[in-house]
């Protein structure tokens, strides 16, 4: 167990599972005490509860911003403050193709994944701006980064995020207030509905499987003290898949284009 986070209070949205768990964890091991935010009230109670008196536990649906309030002022009397706000609940969308997708989960998504983090951050801001600042980090992803096929709404919600991020850094820079963004990739989480193993083996350089763990070690940093000169970033927790294929892709790719070349 470690100081980091000591006497600091932080909000982690999407908290009872995945990265958002995995933080609210590391958070409090580091000395923080944590509002575990989540719509899911028998996972988020059961961590709340296995976490011990520095944490507890607030339904919220993100999409309502007097559920978002709600929440900001919860943690402050509660713990007494707010330093931290972890904006990391999210949802995926329909992976048809474009030209067969309705876009009926639109609104849905685009409410919890980027209405959710602008109003969190603002809510957020309000106290932090009157209290010497804190970190806002916003929960992206490497589909936001990088264009691709579908989930084609989850994709714009997410690179709306790092633009929304980056702009309010400017803007609350004068308060104290850091805004960050992570940009996981490859993460097996309650919404990863594919198969990592084949993706990781063609799209990462790094072949090590990745862990909620690992992304919430990138959220404590910036978070942190260690992290007082940094804000408006995006750090990928990718295993190096924005930086480009695996060299064994690359390979394959020169040997094909070598064939076609000798016929």
Same mark, same amino acid.
Not at 26 to 44: K, Y
């Given at each position: 167990? =470690?100081?980091?986070?000591?006497?600091?209070?932080?909000?982690?949205?999407?908290?009872?599972?995945?990265?958002?768990?995995?933080?609210?964890?590391?958070? &409090?091991?580091?000395?923080?005490?944590?509002?575990?935010?989540?719509?899911? +009230?028998?996972?988020?109670?059961?961590?709340?509860?296995?976490?011990?008196?520095?944490?507890?536990? *607030?339904?919220?649906?993100?999409?309502?911003?007097?559920?978002?309030?709600?929440? &900001?002022?919860?943690?402050?009397?509660?713990?007494?403050?707010?330093?931290?706000?972890?904006?990391?609940?999210?949802?995926?969308?329909?992976?048809?193709?474009?030209? *067969?997708?309705?876009?009926?989960?639109?609104?849905? +998504?685009?409410?919890?994944?980027?209405?959710?983090?602008?109003?969190?951050?603002?809510?957020?801001?309000?106290?932090?701006?009157?209290?010497?600042?804190?970190?806002?980090?916003?929960?992206?992803?490497?589909?936001?980064?990088?264009?691709?096929?579908? #989930?084609?709404t989850?994709?714009?919600? *997410?690179?709306?995020i790092?633009?929304?991020?980056?702009?309010?850094?400017?803007?609350?820079?004068?308060?104290?207030?850091?805004?960050?963004?992570?940009?996981?990739?490859?993460?097996?989480?309650?919404?990863?509905?594919?198969?990592?193993? #084949? +993706?990781?083996?063609?799209?990462? #350089?790094l072949?090590?499987? =990745?862990? #909620?763990?690992?992304?919430?070690?990138?959220?404590?940093?910036?978070?942190?003290?260690?992290?007082?000169?940094?804000?408006?970033?995006v750090?990928p927790?990718?295993?190096?898949? +924005?930086?480009?294929?695996?060299?064994?892709?690359? *390979?394959?790719?020169?040997?094909?284009?070598?064939?076609?070349?000798?016929?």
């Amino acid at each position: 167990m =470690g100081h980091e986070l000591a006497g600091m209070t932080a909000i982690v949205t999407g908290g009872a599972s995945g990265i958002g768990s995995a933080t609210a964890q590391l958070f &409090v091991d580091e000395g923080a005490t944590v509002v575990i935010a989540d719509q899911d +009230v028998e996972r988020g109670e059961q961590l709340a509860t296995q976490l011990g008196d520095a944490a507890a536990f *607030k339904q919220t649906d993100v999409a309502d911003a007097d559920q978002i309030q709600a929440l &900001v002022d919860f943690a402050i009397a509660r713990f007494g403050g707010l330093h931290v706000m972890f904006n990391n609940a999210g949802i995926s969308s329909s992976f048809r193709r474009f030209l *067969k997708d309705d876009l009926s989960d639109f609104e849905r +998504v685009m409410a919890v994944n980027l209405y959710g983090v602008m109003v969190g951050s603002q809510r957020a801001a309000r106290h932090m701006a009157e209290h010497g600042g804190g970190s806002i980090i916003n929960t992206s992803s490497i589909g936001g980064i990088s264009g691709g096929g579908p #989930p084609f709404t989850y994709r714009t919600s *997410k690179a709306a995020i790092i633009h929304f991020s980056r702009s309010i850094a400017t803007d609350l820079a004068e308060y104290g207030i850091r805004v960050n963004c992570i940009a996981p990739g490859h993460i097996a989480t309650g919404i990863t509905s594919y198969d990592l193993g #084949p +993706v990781i083996r063609v799209h990462q #350089p790094l072949q090590r499987q =990745g862990t #909620p763990s690992d992304v919430a070690q990138a959220v404590l940093f910036l978070a942190g003290g260690r992290s007082a000169q940094i804000t408006g970033i995006v750090v990928p927790v990718d295993g190096g898949t +924005v930086a480009g294929p695996p060299l064994s892709q690359l *390979k394959v790719l020169r040997t094909g284009l070598e064939a076609l070349e000798s016929e």
